[in-house]
């Protein structure tokens, strides 16, 4: 853990043409709002497990329920978070709901992230 004075400046000096390229490169307080409620639905293992096995194939509820060892009903839910967020989409064939990944942007996020845990 830093100490705390290694974490502040000596001396307040403020770089005004780094706030001028800061200020014109945010983003909307909206747009923000939504890429901080998308992380958050990566924050659930259960989710991240769903993503996992829908990288390897179109599956429906039941399939996910056995291989992850959980009830339909969990699963369901996991999933309309994921649908609400656009990470994973579904089609229907006679009775059954098959799931699968929105696009190739979700293995991006996920290989992103995964190689960054993995960097020393």
Do not use: W
Not at 1 to 6: I, P, R, T
Not at 78 to 91: A, H
Not at 98 to 103: E, G, I, P, R, V
């Amino acid at each position: 853990m830093q100490k705390k004075e290694e974490m502040c400046c000596e001396a307040l000096e403020i770089h005004e043409e780094l706030l001028k390229i800061v200020d014109d490169t945010m983003p909307e307080e909206t747009e923000l709002y939504d890429l901080a409620e998308l992380f958050k639905v990566f924050g659930d293992s259960t989710r991240i497990r769903i993503l996992f096995v829908l990288f390897e194939a179109e599956v429906c509820v039941c399939d996910l329920a056995q291989v992850l060892n959980m009830t339909q009903s969990a699963i369901s839910h996991q999933l309309k978070i994921l649908r609400q967020n656009r990470l994973v989409k579904s089609r229907r064939e006679g009775k059954s709901i098959f799931y699968s990944l929105a696009d190739d942007h979700v293995r991006t996020i996920i290989a992103q992230g995964r190689e960054h845990i993995r960097e020393d």
